[in-house]
């Protein structure tokens, strides 16, 4: 039995940039759900977020009507079906993004950070790769699902900074794993057991890095019953903090 869910996005170009590197991917057939926030430059952080979204999800599309269908890469034995699948999918839109930028000068070094949100029978996936977020909110309580693979957190967990230390990091937009970075990429993938009212937001760090989790935990709480307000009030509120870069939201809900 699939989860019954309600579901809105929108990307926005914020305030500074002049094109919009974003992807965002909402694949209601398979409640598989995605946001991209692609590097590179003009022409090519673009391509490489929507490459990185369109494979993950024609992979979907196939594996679902043929299951018979050659993987491209091995089950991991410590995974599920739908973990290996959500595994897979990433990695071979890796090896895509960075074979094209193998090719073509112009885009040489492109990438792109993914996460995305499968429900499938009674359990949220999550698989992602850089530093765009999951959050849930589950009653009154936001909680961020991902582990960000960036720079900042790895000198978090090594040496426990303050508030201030962390607010004033010099390399807060470093990332430290991407999709076309290298052949090969190392794709996390947590589940948990959604309960009803679950609402979960996944976002490029255009939204987090413009209002903190406080804030995005209020625009939540306010706005839950409407998906597609609760998506526009989000990018508002990082427009309005200065939107340095491009927003992406999905809101996904797991229905009570």
Known sequence: MALKIRYAGKTDVGMKRSHNEDNLY?????QLYMVADGMGGHASGEVASEMAVKTLAKFFQETSADEEITWPYK???GQTYEENRLNAGIKLANLRIFETAAQNAAQRGMGTTIVALLLAGDTAYFGHVGDSRIYRLRGDELEQVTEDHSLLNDYIK???LTEEEIENFPHKNVIVRALGMKETVQVDINTE???AGDTYMLCSDGLNGMINDEAIRKIMLEHRDNLELCCDKLIDAANE????DNITVAVVQVAK
Request: glycine residues 12%; hydrophobic residues 20%; charged residues 45%.
């Open 26 to 30: 909402l694949l209601d057939e398979e």
């Open 75 to 77: 089950m991991e034995k």
């Open 158 to 160: 090594m040496k426990d």
């Open 193 to 195: 057991k959604p309960q």
């Open 241 to 244: 903090n200065g939107g340095n």
